[in-house]
């Protein structure tokens, strides 16, 4: 027998091709985590675009609260991820969400096996969830005279978080387009004014097809034009609370909810851009010229060709559907008025009263309730339980903070020693306007721990004003 024909029968190179395959597996199982596929999906995808770091915390904390901590990727079978698919389902999450979450789960592992080499398989390939896209919820337009109401309101309250909710009122522009601009995107001295959307370090763009200018109009223009005026030299971002240093943005999403939802609108932000597509349908505009507006991808030849409609068409459209109602008076009545003292312990005593109503309330809930802002409800929360009036109920499974119910105990709370405040009001509540402002003084020495959000305050040695912006 030939040294050739020895070699093809040789089972010892097979044995021991197997014998190493299995240490592989072995070490594999022993060096592997979940959490290493995570930061090396973070570091490798960073080098060529931005990364949604929030989203990729919030997938790893999921994943680690059903696999549990340092969960290799080969202990990882299928039933588990049939478990981590139920159990999000019965956090209540729509079933487009959980397909999102695994197509995380899936890339951020397929990468690391691929990079690595690993003889091991991924687990959350092609993992199935049962009816994706089913209980997908439709818009439903706002309706124009809530929509004006939330105009005047904005245009009233004037502020950062007012301005980005006015620009995707009457832009329909994307959350994070808006919150992550940079002040020199916001071009109103040009003709016609316009906002462009492009990649920016800190953010990335949806598609390449979301790279666009949008005209301004209407209360657009106007959020635009104050943005510019209160800028700070040296300035770079628009909107510099929702960016950090070292260039990731932060969410913006509850702040708009929050302060919605205590005006009777129950939908978020994104509401308004589906409203603005139906305002477009409303005057016939034409289906490449919503496309152009919105960012969408063309879906036939003909929308590749070219470089789509110029600047000054999708203005003409956009000042179709746009009006300058929102400089009207506001009601005073939609406002709330500041009767009683701002301190925690009045309004921990307004959401008792909420509870006490109520029985078991959310902090959604509670907000709709009790018309305070995030900030202050949880304040009053925490208050409320550290003395023992308010109960949390013990969560259920995967439950998120928005969904834990909570009630009261039947214990009282003790005042709040606050410093002497002396509130000077006109005589009369004269007729709204926006420029209208009362001024409280407050005579003190002491730092002022509790104040409302609407507060802006400028400090003195023994005396502090506060000037109040209804």
Known sequence: MTTKTRNRFDGFSILKSRAVRRQQVVEARQRYPLESAFSYY?????????????????????????????????????????????????????????????SVLCAATERYIRDHDLPIRNPF?????????????????????????????????DDDIRWMLAIMMDTGARTAEVCGAALADFRVDHDPPH????????????????????????????????????????????????????????????????????RNFVGGPHWFRHTFVDRLRTVDCPVDMRRALLGWSPRSAEGRYGVGPSLASLAKWVQTITSNDFQYAVPFGTQRRLSTPLNTYNNTVQVLRALTALGKATVIELEAATRLDRYELDRCLRYGRDHGAIDLEAPVGFETRRRHR?????????????????????????????????????????????????????????????????
């Open 125 to 157: 390939y092609r993992a199935p969830v049962p009816r994706v896209g089913h209980d997908a919820k439709r818009y439903e337009p706002v309706p124009p005279q809530q929509l004006i109401e939330l105009m005047r309101l904005c245009y009233a309250k």
């Open 406 to 470: 909570y009630s009261v105990t039947g214990k009282s709370i003790p005042p709040i020693q606050h410093p002497r405040r002396i509130v000077e009001r006109p005589a009369h509540t004269p007729a709204f306007t926006p420029e209208h402002q009362w001024t409280a003084i407050c005579r003190t020495s002491a730092n002022i721990d509790s104040f409302d959000g609407r507060l802006g305050l400028v400090r003195s040695a023994k005396r502090t004003r506060l000037r109040v912006k209804v």
């Open 42 to 102: 973070a570091k490798t995808k960073s080098e060529t675009s931005v990364v949604n770091t929030g989203t990729l915390i919030r997938v790893l904390g999921h994943a680690q609260r059903c696999f549990g901590k340092s969960r290799c990727i080969t202990e990882i079978m299928p039933k588990d991820v049939r478990t981590y698919i139920n159990a999000a389902l019965d956090r209540g999450l729509k079933t487009g969400t959980v397909h999102r979450e695994v």
């Open 195 to 262: 906002f462009v959307v492009e990649e920016k370090p800190w953010r990335r763009v949806k598609t390449r097809a979301s790279k666009r200018k949008i005209p301004l109009a209407g209360i657009a223009l106007w959020a635009a034009k104050r943005i510019v005026e209160t800028a700070a030299p040296g300035q770079i971002f628009a909107f510099p609370r929702y960016v950090e240093k070292n260039g990731h943005m932060r969410s913006c999403s509850s702040a708009f909810k929050s302060w919605l939802l205590a």
